[in-house]
Structures are given as C-alpha cells and as structure tokens.
C-alpha cells in the first residue's frame, strides 16, 4: 500500500519499489439539475456538432494530438494504427462532440465510459492556437447537452495541474468530489 504525503509517494516495505511516474487527477462531477446552459455566442466560422463514423479520418489528427498531449506518458510510444481503431470505434460507442473553425477540426470532447445515469467524460481536447477562445466551453455544453438527455449525471477526471480545465468545467457548474493518483512503474 502506498501512502501519499504531499506531492511524493512512499513505499512501504510489502511494496519496495517507486512509480517511475504519477499523475495527480481531481473526480469532478455534474448533475443534470446543477448544469447551467450557457447563452449561446456567435463565432464567426465556428460549427459545434456530433462527430460520426464517416468523420474518422478527419478528426483523427485532434484526437491523436489530445493522446500524445494528454494521455500517453512517453509520446514515442504512441501507436497510430491501434488509436485509430480505437478512435473509430469511440465514434460508433460514444458520444463525442467536436468544434470546426472555417472547416477546420480545432476541438473535441466525448464519453469514454457510459452508466445506466452517468456518462463519463473524456478526450477534452483544443488545438494549442485557439486555446482561450471559449471554444472548448462550448464544446462540452453541445456534449453535455447530449449527456442529459439520457443520463442524471456526467462526471470526468482532470489533471491537478491543468488550472484551465478546472475553471472551465467549474464554468459548467461542475464540482470537485474527490483526488486521484495513477502510478506507472516500469518493472
């Protein structure tokens, strides 16, 4: 068992060995009723929609710059070909929302993980050039008004790290619930 004293994590003696890396997440959660709709804002150029099957290889490249960004621990590991699979078969599983500036894919957020009431976030994700924009605010507002057609509850994980991902999801009146660590080890 590893007991977490600030930012490091100790080892105890069944369990001699250190996370090679760790990664601190805030649980955030959102319930239907505490949702606020925000008033729509015009952007000249800018479409919201639901992304489809026939989108694969067009939204791939946002989503495999969010993998390499976001989730993959070391980018020279990340595998093109088995992300696409999975990316594709995401487009046919879940729902995800993407934003096009003037035809271009600049934002995306969908589910990774589906309940009978809650519906998991993931995949937030904005191009680095229209990052403060309000653009990923309004992509998961057409997400989350997606989610509470069918579900009470969306709930989704953020990096402690990422203060603007805090503040937007806090916008959308989401609330922090609890604190998570992944630990990765090369044995």
Do not use: W
């Amino acid at each position: 068992m590893n007991r977490i004293k600030g930012p490091k994590t100790v080892a105890v003696p069944y369990f001699p060995i250190f996370p090679e890396v760790t990664v601190d997440y805030f649980l955030m959660t959102l319930s239907r009723d505490d949702y606020r709709a925000p008033c729509p804002v015009y952007t000249p150029g800018l479409e919201i929609r639901e992304a489809a099957f026939k989108d694969a290889k067009r939204f791939f490249p946002l989503h495999a710059a969010y993998e390499i960004e976001e989730v993959i621990i070391s980018p020279d590991h990340f595998h093109k070909k088995a992300s696409f699979i999975m990316f594709k078969q995401a487009l046919q599983n879940q729902l995800i929302t993407v934003a096009e500036l003037k035809g271009t894919a600049v934002a995306k957020a969908g589910t990774n993980a589906q309940g009978f009431n809650t519906a998991q976030i993931g995949g937030v994700y904005t191009i680095k050039e229209e990052r403060n924009k309000g653009i990923a605010f309004l992509v998961m507002s057409g997400l989350l008004e997606r989610i509470f057609r069918e579900k009470e509850m969306a709930s989704l994980f953020v990096k402690k790290n990422n203060p603007a991902a805090i503040s937007l999801y806090r916008k959308l009146g989401f609330t922090l619930r609890e604190s998570y660590r992944i630990c990765y080890y090369n044995l």
